[in-house]
């Protein structure tokens, strides 16, 4: 079966899906889940900020650092860890980083000082790591490639969720309680994935064995172009460096990076924007908060959903449908700026929507590629590398907005300097990253 096909959903093709059951789509769920609480476990920092400056009696500078912690072990075990998986695999890497980040949030809640709510950041880094490079290689192996926007969009969608409901949760518990009743919280909710996940997460091959999925629906997966398990073949040192030497390694990397630097602007830095820029309170802000999170996750489901994917599945063209997408959205991520002009919340909040959107659409337009173009066997490699990339100048956010903000007493600055990592990412997507197609092994000379 050559490549187009692959990617083309037969006739008859939505009859065949209910035939043969829909088990990757209860994965699907399980690998959504994980995300929503993984991102209430970061989320919760930014909700709990100004009542942790107050506390502490630290500066804006100060906070961005503490911010920015759980990136630096975050982003520096993204390739060893996406070589880890690709050795071992998704289920025991998952679990043990699950219980990590468990701890990491108790840790947090016990802080009476910056030295130990560092160490909890920090740990909350090392439990976090797989959860996104394992999670793309799971989708590979478990969806064929005309469904892989769908099955991404839950999966980084369940992200955005938690800041929709995660947010104004973490809003009134630190209001009516304290900013550690937050962090308790979630790690009261991070033990019950852990156990979910223990109990529910199957690979494909092991769940047509526990008779958990039909065999019907496992040909139906391969045959659309899903990963084999060839674990024990993928992930070395070697082909971390095979990797880092392809030209669309860095493209998709420097690509996703300004998704990710302009995401954790928003992320760490939004209900101190609102409480900056219009004096609302913290229940309030993170009331307002909900708003364009939840026009992201509606945008992105439908758009870099549904849309891509019956565009991927008619025309075939990988490369096209997830150009396009990926470009207008991540113009119309470019809105972000125009809300630090704004004179009233509800223009700030028409701003930030809008770039909300864009920045979500652009998430399974761009991340999906990593299984389309890694060498068989090193999707989790080469997502570990888009990753760590991307957090290395994803670190950078909340520190140069916390800078801007302290220097200037102003957060026009900040959301300038966001919109041109923005134009530098779409030049990336495009020019540098090139066709959409599989790149050969390491093995094959380039």
């Not at 924007?273 to 229940?283: S, T």
């Not at 700026?337 to 509800?346: K, V």
Request: aromatic share 10%; with cysteine; proline share 4%.
């Amino acid at each position: 079966m050559n490549s187009v096909q692959a990617q083309q959903v037969p006739d008859g093709a939505v009859s065949a899906q209910a035939r043969v059951g829909r088990t990757r789509w209860y994965i699907g769920g399980l690998l959504g889940v994980g995300m929503f609480v993984n991102y209430i476990d970061r989320v919760n920092l930014s909700v709990a900020t100004p009542a942790i400056m107050g506390d502490f009696g630290i500066s804006a500078s100060q906070m961005g650092v503490i911010s920015s912690a759980f990136l630096w072990t975050y982003a520096m075990l993204q390739m060893p860890i996406g070589s880890i998986i690709d050795r071992i695999g998704v289920p025991w890497v998952n679990r043990v980083g699950t219980f990590l980040w468990a701890i990491a949030s108790f840790v947090s809640a016990a802080a009476g000082g910056l030295g130990l709510l560092l160490i909890g950041r920090l740990l909350l880094g090392v439990g976090e790591a797989p959860t996104v490079p394992a999670g793309w290689k799971a989708i590979g192996q478990w969806f064929p490639k005309h469904e892989r926007g769908t099955a991404t969009a839950i999966f980084d969608g369940s992200a955005k969720i938690s800041n929709v409901i995660g947010i104004p949760i973490m809003a009134f518990l630190v209001s009516a309680f304290s900013w550690h009743a937050a962090f308790l919280f979630t790690g009261v909710l991070s033990i019950v994935f852990f156990v979910a996940w223990w109990l529910l997460y199957r690979t494909p091959t092991a769940a047509v064995a526990d008779g958990r999925m039909s065999a019907e629906e496992l040909d139906y997966i391969r045959r659309g172009g899903a990963e084999h398990e060839h674990v024990e073949s993928g992930g070395s040192l070697q082909g971390i460096g095979y990797l880092l030497r392809r030209r669309k390694t860095w493209g998709l990397a420097l690509g996703y990076a300004s998704y990710t630097y302009a995401y954790y602007v928003l992320l760490t830095w939004l209900p101190g924007y609102l409480e900056h820029q219009f004096g609302v309170n913290l229940l309030k802000g993170g009331l307002y908060t909900m708003i364009p999170w939840l026009v992201a996750v509606i945008v992105q489901f439908v758009v870099a959903g549904l849309l891509m994917d019956r565009w991927v599945a008619r025309s075939g063209s990988v490369t096209k449908a997830r150009r396009v997408v990926l470009v207008v959205s991540m113009l119309a991520s470019l809105a972000v700026t125009g809300a630090a002009y704004s004179n009233s919340i509800a223009m700030a909040m028409v701003f930030l929507s809008i770039g909300a959107a864009g920045l979500a659409v652009s998430v399974p337009a761009g991340s999906s590629i990593v299984s389309l173009i890694a060498p068989d066997g090193y999707t989790g490699s080469l997502g570990g590398i888009v990753n760590f990339i991307a957090n290395l100048i994803g670190i950078a956010a909340p520190i140069v907005t916390g800078i801007v903000v302290d220097r200037t007493g102003s957060f026009a600055g900040a959301f300038i300097v966001t919109g041109a990592v923005l134009i530098a990412g779409i030049f990336c997507y495009t020019v540098v990253l090139g066709r959409m197609d599989r790149m050969p092994g390491p093995q094959v000379t380039a």
